[in-house]
């Protein structure tokens, strides 16, 4: 049978429109996207980054989407086989779930929630939360782990495991396979005038406080390297820690090797990771890190706090290193320790990410979807 899924989500997002793609091309399953906004489609100015962004990927191409102001969402609910949510924070997402119950349309949950990142908290703070919890999962039918993490974190309030479903959070690795090439990593190194035979280290993303960019420039001036071994380190990004970072790359011993690139869009890229030996993200609290998944795809070893989600799925000792969120000194052994093996671990970075794709999400999804017309039965 071919199933009628609806799918809300908050905004077109750049990682999501190729699986919605995918999604769409599949002949079981009629795919109807409805956004709360699409303010992502054309330029906006991204908080985060903190200027202006225009994605040069398509995000709404190549599948059906709505937006939901111009749409009745009770009778797009009702039409449905399945009701999809990317998350629960949205006030008018709680709203559509509460429909989507009340008319008994069954309801996959997919969101980013791990311990780490969304601790319960203590109390009765704590005990609010999770009666707030219970009452969201209440609506759910069945879940979509991202990962390990998130998986256990379901597990955790109470639901089965017979209701959950792995849909990995992935990017598409084909697109950064194919682009991450040697010539776009030349381009790239020539462009900042860094020599073939220097190393990089990378961050990419944007300049928060929660990704702790400062840990990783305090662990590489800290790092025990040979004099003539130093790699340069490149930031690629921009966002609210660009001032501080600027300053204290000015007050650096070694800032001759310090690059800023600014913010660089999707189709750029797989040959900054492609350039790059180490792909660092050192963040406390965070959900996943879609950008391990881009570096591991384009062949780049990784280094991850253990608070990042991805790490606990993709992250080992062939493919990178873990280093506790905050610990300068352990971040700069590791730097070094993962400079020397950083081809190797590079390869094996590449070799793990090839499964963790958008065929995986796709067999989740409709293995959640062929429980549901089971249990309809």
């Not at 879609?290 to 000792?317: H, K, P, R, W, Y």
Request: proline residues 3%.
């Amino acid at each position: 049978m071919t199933f009628n899924l609806l799918y809300f989500v908050s905004h077109p997002i750049q990682y999501q429109a190729p699986l919605l793609r995918k999604i769409s091309a599949d002949p079981d399953v009629n795919l109807t996207v409805v956004f709360e906004s699409d303010f992502s489609s054309e330029g906006y100015l991204d908080e985060g980054f903190g200027v202006e962004v225009s994605w040069d990927v398509p995000l709404r191409e190549g599948y059906d989407s709505v937006l939901l102001a111009d749409v009745d969402p009770a009778r797009y609910i009702a039409k449905a086989d399945a009701v999809w949510f990317h998350g629960w924070q949205s006030r008018q997402f709680r709203r559509l779930l509460n429909l989507a119950s009340a008319i008994g349309t069954p309801v996959l949950m997919r969101g980013e929630n791990w311990a780490g990142a969304m601790p319960d908290e203590n109390g009765v703070r704590g005990w609010l939360k999770r009666l707030y919890l219970r009452r969201i999962f209440s609506k759910c039918n069945v879940y979509m782990a991202v990962g390990r993490a998130n998986r256990d974190y379901y597990i955790n309030h109470g639901i089965s495991e017979s209701c959950i479903f792995d849909m990995p959070y992935a990017v598409d690795n084909n697109f950064f396979e194919t682009n991450a090439t040697e010539e776009s990593a030349l381009e790239f190194r020539q462009e900042l005038g860094i020599p073939n035979d220097q190393k990089i280290i990378l961050y990419a993303g944007k300049f928060t406080a929660r990704k702790r960019p400062e840990s990783l420039l305090q662990a590489w001036e800290q790092a025990d390297w040979l004099h003539d071994k130093r790699p340069a380190l490149v930031f690629v990004g921009d966002g609210e820690r660009k001032q501080a970072l600027l300053d204290a790359s000015e007050r650096s011993a070694f800032k001759q090797d310090i690059y800023f690139t600014g913010f660089r869009n999707q189709t750029e890229l797989p040959g900054v990771y492609r350039a790059a030996a180490i792909f660092v993200l050192a963040s406390e609290k965070e959900p996943w890190g879609l950008g391990i998944n881009e570096a591991m795809a384009s062949g780049t070893s990784v280094i991850a706090s253990d608070q990042c989600g991805a790490a606990f799925d993709l992250i080992n000792e062939k493919t990178g290193l873990l280093v506790r969120s905050g610990d300068v000194a352990g971040l700069a052994d590791a730097l070094v320790e993962s400079l020397e093996h950083s081809d190797e671990k590079g390869r094996a970075a590449k070799d793990r990410i090839a499964k963790w794709d958008f065929s995986a999400d796709i067999k989740g999804l409709k293995s959640a979807l062929e429980y549901l017309a089971g249990v309809a039965k």
